[in-house]
């Protein structure tokens, strides 16, 4: 397999002008590229939305027979697509179909003045599908004559999310073997890590899968249904089965990017003040302040290769089921496992106080 780094996530929207609206606001994304019946995109409107080098698709339907109609009333507002930098899409997509996965759409040639895209899909678990992007531009057209480009006049905002990290999928209770199986079959990735997590009376295994460079990262994580039910169970309950829990971007200064998101509107997630004073007796440096840390909810690891910073926000969705990470790598590999108490137990005063419970808004083993 040749795939090497995420090319673009995609949602299903149920209205995209709103979606763009908040991941803009927020975020800091810009929408570079647009596409709809008139360019050839048939019955959805679809925003191509870039910051650094993460791009994000968001595409709605025009009407109820549209597959994004039908997601969204499954799944709520969530992830679609995770597209896969390829450089030899086609023998990709015959190698996963020969490794057992299930076609969704035929290699496709989109060329133009602004260069030539070749694209193909394939099926993962509930309604998650992974397309190889082979592009003979990396800076060229998103997908020429399809998508069409937008110009924006406005200076373009300081950046602070350079790519996806990883991603973590939440995996019914008896299928994370299956599933890490199928990814290193059908994609060529490497099982590299595993981990079996107990966070008072819940349980939960997770592992992880990654190509050779870890461009392509996957943390898969399922519940133990011998303990408690908790946050992967209201997920799996919120999002009707599995799927893509939440998306880590890296940044090269996560203080800068945490206060910066946390000024526009970004709900972080606040951690125990207790968790701050045992982080010498971890053995933890990572050059930042603890009142900095504390007063942003960072949280620090560290592993055999270096530490980590990380912060996880809270779900901007009505279900409480995707949220995102910012990461900061000080030469760490590995996702912050002694993070993971502290970030349940953060979670689960969100949960108890809420009504209903809501579809997990903390990290998850990546």
Same mark, same amino acid.
């Given at each position: 397999?040749?795939?090497?780094? =995420?090319?673009? *996530? +995609?949602?299903? =929207? @149920?209205?995209?002008?709103?979606?763009?609206? $908040? $991941?803009?606001?927020? $975020? @800091?994304? %810009?929408? *570079?590229? +647009?596409? @709809?019946?008139?360019? /050839?995109?048939? /019955?959805? %409107?679809?925003?191509?939305?870039?910051? @650094? /080098? *993460?791009r994000l698709v968001l595409t709605s339907p025009l009407h109820a027979d549209h597959a994004a109609s039908r997601f969204v009333r499954r799944h709520g507002d969530g992830v679609r697509d995770v597209a896969l930098r390829s450089t030899d899409t086609a023998g990709d997509y015959e190698r996963a179909l020969a490794a057992g996965a299930e076609s969704v759409s035929e290699p496709e040639t989109f060329e133009d003045a602004g260069g030539r895209v070749i694209r193909a899909t394939i099926a993962a678990t509930n309604d998650l599908v992974h397309t190889f992007v082979q592009r003979d531009d990396p800076s060229g057209a998103f997908l020429p004559g399809r998508y069409l480009p937008v110009t924006d006049e406005l200076a373009p905002e300081p950046e602070l999310l350079r790519s996806v990290d990883h991603l973590a999928l939440c995996l019914r209770a008896g299928s994370l073997e299956t599933m890490v199986d199928f990814y290193q079959r059908a994609l060529g990735l490497r099982h590299t890590y595993d981990e079996y997590i107990v966070v008072g009376g819940q349980a939960m295994a997770s592992k992880v899968v990654q190509d050779e460079t870890r461009g392509v990262t996957f943390t898969m994580v399922e519940p133990d249904p011998t303990g408690d039910r908790g946050q992967l169970n209201d997920f799996l309950d919120a999002f009707d089965g599995p799927g893509v829990q939440h998306v880590a971007y890296s940044t090269d200064d996560i203080v800068k990017a945490a206060r910066e998101l946390r000024a526009s509107g970004v709900e972080l997630l606040s951690t125990p003040v207790g968790y701050y004073s045992a982080l010498a007796d971890r053995g933890i440096d990572v050059n930042i302040d603890t009142e900095v840390l504390q007063e942003l909810g960072l949280l620090a690891d560290r592993d055999e290769w270096g530490q980590l910073v990380q912060v996880f926000t809270r779900s901007p969705y009505a279900r409480r089921t995707v949220f995102f990470e910012l990461i900061q790598r000080l030469d760490a590999r590995t996702f912050g496992s002694g993070n993971i108490k502290a970030l349940y137990e953060a979670v689960e005063r969100e949960r108890a106080e809420a009504a209903v419970p809501a579809g997990a808004a903390a990290r998850t083993g990546g």
């Open positions: 397999m040749t795939v090497h780094s =995420v090319d673009h *996530v +995609e949602f299903f =929207v @149920g209205d995209v002008n709103q979606a763009s609206h $908040y $991941y803009s606001r927020t $975020y @800091g994304f %810009r929408v *570079v590229a +647009e596409a @709809g019946p008139l360019t /050839g995109l048939a /019955g959805a %409107r679809s925003l191509v939305l870039a910051h @650094g /080098g *993460v």
